[in-house]
């Protein structure tokens, strides 16, 4: 099973700080780390233009597959972070095994000033 997607975009228009116009995104990514992986990539591919590299806000959640070994994320980082991209890697405890796949969801809140 592939990453999947939901976007929702917001782009705030108009300066919410003086002299600066921002664009903003609400975005929700799901993948799964597959039986034997105890990482996952969490591609976030920005909607709006960007003048500078925007902020990200959220916090990925695990959601062990049946029977599956993986208890908890063990840490999370942003891996790529441009412009136009942002990629978040998440690591679990241990690997799913038995054939057994886990699915990490990420909703995150991204901003920054609107090119």
Same mark, same amino acid.
């Given at each position: ?11 705030? &228009?108009? /300066?919410?700080? &003086? ?5 903003? %995104?609400? +975005?929700?990514?799901? /993948? ?10 969490? #591609? ?31 840490? +999370?980082?942003?891996?790529?972070? #441009? ?7 998440? %690591? ?20 920054? &000033?609107?090119?």
């Amino acid at each position: 099973m592939g990453q999947t997607t939901t976007k929702k975009l917001s782009v705030f &228009p108009g /300066n919410l700080v &003086p002299g600066a116009a921002l664009a903003a %995104e609400y +975005w929700q990514v799901s /993948n799964t780390t597959g039986a034997a992986a105890t990482t996952v990539d969490l #591609t976030f591919d920005l909607v709006n233009k960007y003048d500078q590299i925007p902020a990200i806000m959220g916090t990925p959640l695990l959601d062990p597959g049946a029977e599956s070994s993986t208890s908890k994320i063990v840490a +999370w980082y942003v891996t790529t972070q #441009t412009k136009s991209q942002i990629v978040v890697t998440v %690591e679990v405890d241990q690997v799913a095994g038995s054939g057994k796949d886990n699915t990490v969801t990420m909703c995150a809140y991204i901003a920054g &000033p609107q090119a």
